[in-house]
């Protein structure tokens, strides 16, 4: 398992498990990121700190701190 910060951007992923506090995995879980999901990783920006993911055709963006705490295996696209 592997954060999600360490995929490339253009990669795909599954996600495994959600770190974080309660509220926070809550929040991930509403937007449609859950255990077994499958998306991409459209950019990371460094200056900023931020991650943009593609789940089920909508653009998510996280912290950089946020996608720390997401456990993910990376799979071909």
Known sequence: MTP?????PGG???LLSLGGERS?????MELGLLPG???RLVR???VG???EVEV???HISL???EAEQIEVEAIAP
């Not at 926070?24 to 991930?28: A, D, H, K, M, P």
């Open 56 to 58: 089920r055709g909508c």
């Open 12 to 14: 795909c992923g599954r």
């Open 24 to 28: 926070f995995r809550r929040r991930l």
């Open 37 to 39: 999901t499958e998306f």
């Open 44 to 46: 990371l920006v460094h």
């Open 4 to 8: 999600l910060t360490s995929l490339p």
């Open 49 to 51: 700190g931020m991650v």
């Open 63 to 65: 912290r950089m701190s």
